[in-house]
């Protein structure tokens, strides 16, 4: 499987982005997708994950602001991302797990190349 993040950018504080994450090879419908972000200086971190089903988990620190969804038939997993903060300014990872709301990084077995994401005003 290889993806494909997209949608990264500039934005002002309070603002939204979409990110969106493509997947190409077979299987994709039968994966978990997860989100993860890395800050600078600091660890990469989860955001947040979708099952195959539609289940969806989030890091606390994104629920009500974040939602995850994903659209099989495009393979296809997107981040809709509002109420921005400065500290959301991460390079955003979309990636591929075999178990289903894992938080561990090293779950993850297919990694995408990142989006930047610069919350600022």
């Known amino acids: 499987v290889q993806l494909q993040a997209s949608g990264g950018g500039l934005v002002q504080p309070g603002g939204s982005l979409r990110l969106s994450c493509a997947a190409s090879g077979r299987g994709f419908s039968s994966y978990a997708m997860g989100w993860l972000r890395q800050a600078p200086g600091k660890e990469r971190e989860f955001v947040t994950a979708?099952?195959?089903?539609?289940?969806?988990y989030y890091a606390d620190s994104m629920k009500g602001r974040f939602t995850i969804s994903r659209d099989n038939a495009k393979n296809t997993v997107y981040l809709q991302m509002n109420s921005l903060k400065p500290e959301d300014t991460a390079v955003y990872y979309c990636?591929?797990?075999?178990?289903?709301?894992?938080?561990?990084?090293?779950?993850?077995?297919?990694w995408g190349q990142g989006t930047q994401v610069t919350v600022s005003s």
């Open positions: 979708i099952s195959w089903s539609g289940a969806t």
């Open positions: 990636a591929t797990s075999l178990r289903e709301g894992t938080t561990m990084l090293y779950e993850y077995d297919y």
